[in-house]
């Protein structure tokens, strides 16, 4: 069992920067991947970014590429999502979730692939 908590969000004006934090409890957080979500007011939740559990490989959706950074640190048990360049369309809740073992590249960028999510932060970018 994991539990999430997502921290960092806030206002922040177009082209700014934010930087989110998700912590999570226990021990095994090293053996899961984790991925970053976002749920904009009467959209459905999206994928953002994903990294494996090693840190070893990453993955973003094409909106973000190249502006957001998705980063872990097992020994804080911590994932990041560092965004730069920030543009009003990135308005959203954003969620962190853990996928446990290995199961792909595809799983992913899957929302219903992953087993644990936070309660999610409130991003906003004003224009």
């Known amino acids: 069992q994991v539990q999430l908590a997502e921290s960092g969000g806030g206002l922040v004006q177009a082209g700014g920067s934010l930087r989110l934090s998700c912590a999570a409890s226990g021990r095994t957080f090293s053996t899961y991947a984790m991925g970053w979500f976002r749920q904009a007011p009467g959209k459905e939740r999206e994928f953002v970014a994903a990294?494996?559990?090693?840190?070893?490989?990453?993955y973003y959706a094409d909106s973000v590429k190249g502006r957001f950074g998705i980063s872990r640190d097992n020994a804080k048990n911590t994932a990041y999502l560092q965004m730069n360049s920030l543009k009003p369309e990135d308005t959203a809740v954003y969620y962190c979730?853990?996928?446990?073992?290995?199961?792909?590249?595809?799983?992913?960028?899957?929302?219903?692939?992953?087993?644990?999510w936070g309660q999610g932060t409130q991003v906003t970018v004003s224009s």
């Open positions: 979730a853990a996928q446990r073992g290995i199961r792909g590249t595809t799983a992913l960028l899957r929302r219903h692939e992953y087993d644990y």
């Open positions: 990294i494996t559990w090693s840190g070893g490989s990453t």
